[in-house]
């Protein structure tokens, strides 16, 4: 218990026993760079996730824009065989990763996304089918949450392509990015967010490795530090299924400004994480103004009832 706070040697235990991933140097120097040194163990967990959100999306998302001159990506590591600290999408209790999440949705079979190499914004489609008459809404909010722009672009999908469609204008300081994807009946097929700087990422590249690329000047997310407190609202109800329980959650943010990086946990009458659970999506921002209704699945039909708690917390 000691060691839990501040991060010293002894939570390199928890890293890969190796020479280049021995240590959380690298992961911790470009945490304090992008998002300020955390104030506690909490705030470390809550940037940490963030951030592994942040580049697990990214990834995944620079190839499919990239189609189809990328043709293929590893990702490593699917699990941790013991309990560690990064690169997994489970860990080693089964519980899904804010990185999970992160790649669940930048690999939606239908998706718009961002590349932060060109600034440009993508359709992609990996089905086979095409989708025509769908739109694409494109809003832009500042770190108040007033708009800055909106747009709404006709689109039709070709299956297994991908298409730039839009060029985001420069931006300063820290931006929000929120992406829908509607079809003909004006459904919402997909959605994307993102938050964006106008610092960009500049990398020492002559100074490359094997796994790694020192950043000489990171992008800057301080800022969001200075969030308001967002109200948000919930609701929810337990439907009973076949060997499983789902849990349905109705959010809306009751206020001015962006709600960020909501994350919601189920935990047992004892205080106890319940894993493992399957949320159709999490660690999700909210416009303001926004409902988001999402399930989640709870396998192998365990009660939900006796004192066990829904719990929701965010970066504001």
């Not at 103004?289 to 365990?302: D, K, L």
Request: charged share 15%.
């Amino acid at each position: 218990e000691k060691n839990r706070w501040p991060v010293d040697e002894i939570w390199n235990f928890h890293c890969n026993p190796s020479e280049s991933f021995e240590t959380l140097d690298i992961f911790n120097n470009v945490l304090y760079q992008r998002y300020g040194k955390p104030s506690t163990l909490d705030n470390y967990m809550l940037k940490a996730n963030v951030q592994g959100y942040e580049a697990m999306k990214g990834m995944f998302e620079a190839f499919r824009a990239n189609r189809p001159n990328t043709t293929g990506i590893v990702q490593w590591m699917l699990n941790s065989a013991w309990p560690s600290f990064y690169w997994q999408l489970y860990d080693y209790y089964f519980l899904p990763t804010s990185a999970y999440y992160a790649a669940r949705k930048a690999n939606a079979p239908l998706q718009l996304v961002y590349n932060y190499g060109n600034n440009n914004i993508y359709t992609v489609n990996e089905t086979l089918n095409p989708l025509n008459g769908a739109k694409a809404r494109i809003r832009l909010l500042d770190i108040q949450g007033r708009e800055i722009l909106t747009e709404e672009l006709a689109v039709t999908m070709e299956g297994n392509t991908s298409a730039a469609i839009y060029k985001l204008p420069p931006v300063s300081g820290n931006i929000f990015l929120a992406l829908s994807l509607l079809d003909g009946q004006n459904n919402v097929v997909a959605d994307n967010f993102y938050w964006l700087s106008g610092k960009p990422d500049v990398y020492d590249w002559e100074k490359t490795e094997w796994f790694y690329t020192p950043i000489k000047s990171s992008a800057d997310f301080k800022p969001l530090n200075y969030l308001s407190a967002a109200e948000v609202g919930l609701t929810h109800k337990v439907l009973s299924k076949e060997n499983e329980q789902v849990v349905e959650v109705t959010l809306t943010n009751k206020s001015k400004g962006i709600a960020f990086f909501i994350n919601l946990t189920l935990k047992n009458g004892l205080n106890q994480t319940i894993f493992p659970v399957f949320w159709e999506d999490n660690y999700l921002s909210l416009q303001p103004g926004e409902t988001r209704t999402i399930q989640c699945s709870v396998p192998g039909g365990p009660t939900l009832v006796n004192g066990c708690t829904l719990i929701l917390s965010g970066w504001n």
